[in-house]
């Protein structure tokens, strides 16, 4: 039997408040419920999806308000179209690029439980992330139908996914300020 000073190997973890780092968990802000937030995200991105796909042809507009228009557009690269024309590796790219991240993601939510703007910013990046590999893993292509625009200046179209990583990046970087400003 081993000794009252015999300790497991495995390192504790450490509350590291200089550097902004904050392990521990807090509350009931587990890696697991920063996961099933991003779970609803992928889920309320795929139900619009539906949604419009089963209301809406290829292609079709219809106007909301003087600057904003719901249509059905599908996107095969990434952001604003990039690589949309590269002849379909891009889909698989994308598809294993967003898994790698998605892992990365979990990682980081395991490391940084208790940092709850950070992982709340992540969670939004996971679930937009998941929500598009959805898309291209089922449809070959991503589904978008948020159109914005001004006179004749429209901005790509984009979805649910792409608002919530969107939004998650700005949180990240508001995190980082306030991380930044508390030092």
Not at 54 to 61: D, V
Request: glycine letters at 8%.
């Amino acid at each position: 039997m081993a000794s009252s000073t015999t300790r497991s190997a495995r390192p504790a973890r450490r509350n590291n408040k200089a550097s902004g780092h904050n392990n521990k968990a807090s509350g009931n802000a587990t890696p697991l419920l920063w996961m099933a937030f991003a779970l609803l995200v992928v889920v309320l991105d795929q139900f619009f999806k539906i949604v419009i796909v089963r209301t809406f042809s290829y292609g079709e507009s219809r106007p909301v308000t003087r600057f904003f228009n719901l249509v059905l557009v599908y996107n095969k690269g990434a952001a604003f179209s990039f690589l949309a024309d590269a002849g379909g590796w891009q889909r698989w790219f994308f598809t294993g690029l967003g898994l790698v991240v998605g892992a990365f993601i979990v990682w980081l939510l395991y490391r940084h439980t208790g940092q709850r703007l950070f992982c709340f910013a992540v969670s939004l990046i996971l679930g937009g992330a998941v929500g598009n590999v959805v898309d291209r893993v089922i449809y070959g292509h991503v589904i978008d139908f948020l159109d914005f625009y001004l006179r004749n200046y429209h901005w790509p179209a984009f979805n649910v996914a792409d608002c919530a990583i969107t939004i998650g990046a700005v949180l990240l970087v508001v995190d980082e300020l306030r991380r930044v400003r508390r030092h």
